[in-house]
């Protein structure tokens, strides 16, 4: 093998290490969201949250598993609630990151909660 095929053999060698590496790594927290439930499903543990300023609203669906922490500030000390303690309303503060199946929720604090405009009327 002449210099250039050598060196582009272990680039390639290089590349399809680093890319292993990527993948072994376990998913970090790469984002927060702040703002306001929509729902809560207890039974397929998830959570929708409003979040946005003016007109530029999202909504962001989280799953939740089991083993998250779920806090609430207004408790101090950040004692722990369950999942079925949120409400439509309630303010959260939620840090999580993508996986193949959707957004993955890794900690909840609930900071507050709405009082206009939450409850439906017919």
């Known amino acids: 093998m002449d210099g ?3 060196g582009l053999c272990i680039g390639s060698r290089s ?4 890319h292993s590496l990527l993948q072994a790594r376990p998913i970090v927290p790469h984002d927060s969201v702040r ?3 929509r729902t809560v499903d ?3 543990r998830t ?11 999202r909504v962001v669906r989280l799953q939740v598993p089991a083993d ?3 806090t609430n500030k207004e408790r101090g000390q950040g004692e722990p609630i369950r999942l079925g303690e949120l409400r439509p309303g309630d303010i959260i503060r939620a840090v999580f990151g993508g ?7 890794y900690t909840i604090e609930r900071l507050g909660r709405m009082e206009v405009g939450v409850e439906s009327t017919p």
Do not use: D, K, M
């Open 4 to 6: 250039g095929q050598e």
């Open 15 to 18: 590349s399809r290490l680093r």
């Open 35 to 37: 703002g306001s439930i």
């Open 42 to 44: 207890v039974r397929t």
């Open 47 to 57: 959570l929708e949250v409003t979040t946005g300023v003016g007109f530029a609203l």
């Open 68 to 70: 998250v922490p779920i």
């Open 99 to 105: 996986r193949a199946t959707g957004f993955v929720a």
